[in-house]
């Protein structure tokens, strides 16, 4: 009998309507599309306008997404892991909402924060519970409501956010398929490079703060890029080694969408080709928690059961790290 893995068995996604396009944000700040295109790949991103809708409502209509198309009855399922960056509120946990919202009546959940490695980070967690034995069925869920966070007079991080969400179910596999091996790494000195200041327990909510726009994301990004290129790389070739993979036994590659540049360095230190890496950073930016299973919804037809997945992400704090995952069915 084969060693029990854990693999993804079904993916559902949603992104909000609203487009905000480069050429709307040339109106909005000093830049321009040819800038902010050759830069960092972005054409345009979705933005949840509703203010009374967060970052619970992209995820609940991503999972509702995966139900419907598995036709899976949501008290089966075991747990449910929210990884965001942009909870609903500070300590209420939205993965708890979320549960109770799609009928998993059974579940229990709770969130993860690693920034941009939410998901990454969430598909190791989701691993274990699956291969303890003891839950069947985990969704983990990747959503952020980045425009919440946004300050739109910053033309250094309102070009590159957006919002959306992804989800996955795992389940048990006793075919070798799924989650096969994960290298996961964190550097705490990086993390003032890309932050929110206030709002925390070091910084608490003031008028100062408010006034001074401490509650938005501060980013330095040549520090983050020159971070992200190397480490980013540096994980997939490792994860590659690991395994005895060459390039052409990798049939994907699923990068974190940050940057264009970062996405080609790493496929480039892997040696892959330009069709075999997953991209979609020009129709949605970054959206941190979501862009890996949103990368898996828009690719999912063209998988094939047994491909060779390289996942690899970087966020702040600073965290990173690379995935193997062999697909674990057809939807062609």
Not at 58 to 76: F, M, Q, S
Not at 115 to 121: D, E, K
Request: overall charge neutral; aromatic content about 10%; proline content about 3%.
């Amino acid at each position: 009998m084969n060693r029990l893995t854990a693999a993804i068995t079904a993916v559902g996604a949603y992104v909000p309507e609203y487009r905000l396009t480069n050429s709307i944000l040339e109106t909005m700040v000093d830049t321009n599309d040819e800038w902010i295109t050759s830069r960092t790949g972005i054409k345009e991103r979705r933005i949840l306008k509703d203010p009374d809708k967060g970052t619970s409502y992209l995820a609940i209509e991503a999972a509702k997404d995966l139900i419907r198309k598995r036709n899976l009855d949501p008290a089966e399922i075991d747990l449910v892991i929210l990884g965001t960056a942009t909870p609903d509120l500070p300590v209420a946990s939205t993965a708890v909402y979320v549960a109770s919202e799609i009928g998993a009546v059974n579940a229990f959940a709770y969130d993860l924060q690693a920034a941009c490695s939410n998901f990454l980070y969430g598909m190791s967690t989701a691993a274990r519970y699956i291969e303890s034995g003891r839950y069947k069925k985990v969704l983990l869920i990747g959503a952020d409501k980045m425009s919440s966070i946004i300050d739109y007079t910053d033309r250094t991080t309102c070009i590159i956010f957006g919002d959306g969400a992804g989800a996955v179910l795992f389940e048990p596999s006793e075919e070798g398929l799924g989650l096969i091996d994960e290298y996961l790494r964190s550097d705490g000195t990086g993390r003032k490079f890309l932050q929110i200041e206030a709002g925390g327990s070091l910084m608490p909510p003031s008028e100062e703060t408010v006034r001074n726009k401490k509650h938005y994301v501060f980013q330095d990004g040549k520090s983050v890029f020159k971070f992200a290129v190397s480490n980013m790389a540096d994980v997939a070739a490792k994860i590659m080694e690991r395994n005895s993979l060459s390039h052409e036994d990798v049939n994907w590659l699923v990068p974190h969408q940050a940057n264009k540049r970062i996405i080609d360095a790493t496929a480039n230190r892997m040696g892959l080709d330009h069709s075999k890496v997953m991209m979609n950073i020009e129709k949605y930016g970054n959206t941190t928690s979501a862009t890996l299973p949103l990368l898996l919804h828009d690719y999912e037809k063209q998988l094939n059961k047994r491909d060779n997945l390289v996942f690899a992400a970087f966020g702040g704090g600073f965290t990173w790290g690379s995935i193997y995952l062999k697909w674990a069915y057809n939807t062609k």
